[in-house]
C-alpha cells in the first residue's frame, strides 16, 4: 500500500525535513516521457533522483518476484590514444536495482533476495576481460526497520569474482529503508542509499555522480 506524502501537493511544497520534489517542467521532454509513473508515492519519489543516471521501469518481474520499481544504469571507462577509435582498456561498470514495498521486512526474505541476487548475475554478468564490475541491488520499503533486519544488512557484502577477478567481480548489495519513521540501513557497498533517504538533501558534490560512482570502482 502506498504511504501518502503531504510534500507532494499541487504547489510541490515540502514538509520538513524532506527534500523538495524536483518540478517535472525542468526536465527536457525526452527524459519526462522516458520515466514511468509509480502508484508508491515513495517510490515515485526516488525516481526523481535516480532518472539522471538510470533507465527505469515499473512492475517488473524477475526470476518469479516483482518489483515495483527496477533501475538499470551501464556505465563505460575507456582510455584514449589520440583519437576516439584509438581506444583501449575499455572496463564496463552496470547496477540493476530492484526495489519493493513490504510490510515487515524480514531476515528470511533478505536470504531470498540474496539468492536472488545470485541468479540474476549468472544470467546478466557476461565475464570478459572488459567487464569489471556489476551490482544487483535490491532495496526493501518497509513500515519499520526490525532489530534483526538492520544487524543482517549492517556490514553485509556480498562479492563474487569471476575467473579470479580477471573477469571482473558482481556483488549483491541489500537496502532496507522505512521512510515513515525515517530509518535506513544499507550493507557496505549500497552507495545508491542516499537515493532513498528522502528526508535529507542531496548534497552537491564537487564532482558529478557518476565521477563519484566511477572512483567506487576504481579506488
Avoid: C
Avoid at 582498456?89 to 530492484?98: G, I, V
Avoid at 544488512?153 to 563474487?160: C, K, L, S, W
Avoid at 535506513?184 to 557497498?189: F, R
Wanted: aromatic residues 12%.
Amino acid at each position: 500500500m502506498a504511504e501518502h506524502d503531504p510534500s507532494r501537493g499541487e504547489e510541490g511544497g515540502s514538509k520538513p525535513g524532506t527534500a523538495p520534489r524536483h518540478d517535472p517542467e525542468e526536465l527536457p521532454a525526452e527524459i519526462r516521457e522516458a520515466v514511468p509513473d509509480y502508484d508508491d508515492e515513495y517510490l515515485d519519489r526516488v525516481s526523481d533522483r535516480l532518472l539522471y543516471s538510470y533507465d527505469l521501469e515499473t512492475d517488473y518481474a524477475v526470476q518469479g518476484e516483482r518489483f515495483g520499481l527496477y533501475a538499470e544504469m551501464r556505465m563505460r571507462n575507456q582510455k584514449q590514444f589520440l583519437h576516439p577509435a584509438l581506444s583501449y582498456a575499455d572496463h564496463e561498470t552496470k547496477e540493476y536495482l530492484f526495489a519493493r514495498r513490504v510490510q515487515t521486512p524480514t531476515v528470511e526474505e533478505l536470504e531470498r533476495l540474496v539468492d536472488l541476487g545470485h541468479a540474476v548475475a549468472d544470467e546478466r554478468v557476461e565475464g570478459d576481460e572488459q567487464h569489471y564490475g556489476t551490482d544487483v541491488t535490491f532495496v526493501v520499503v518497509g513500515d519499520r526497520l526490525p532489530a534483526e533486519v538492520a544487524d543482517f544488512v549492517d556490514g553485509f557484502r556480498d562479492r563474487t569474482l569471476l575467473k579470479f577477478g580477471y573477469y571482473g567481480h558482481y556483488e549483491v548489495n541489500l537496502i532496507v529503508v522505512a521512510p515513515e519513521t525515517e530509518s535506513i540501513v544499507a550493507s557496505e557497498a549500497a552507495d545508491i542509499a542516499d537515493a532513498f533517504r528522502l528526508w535529507e538533501p542531496v548534497e552537491e558534490p564537487d564532482e558529478g555522480f557518476l565521477s563519484r560512482f566511477a572512483k567506487r570502482f576504481w579506488r
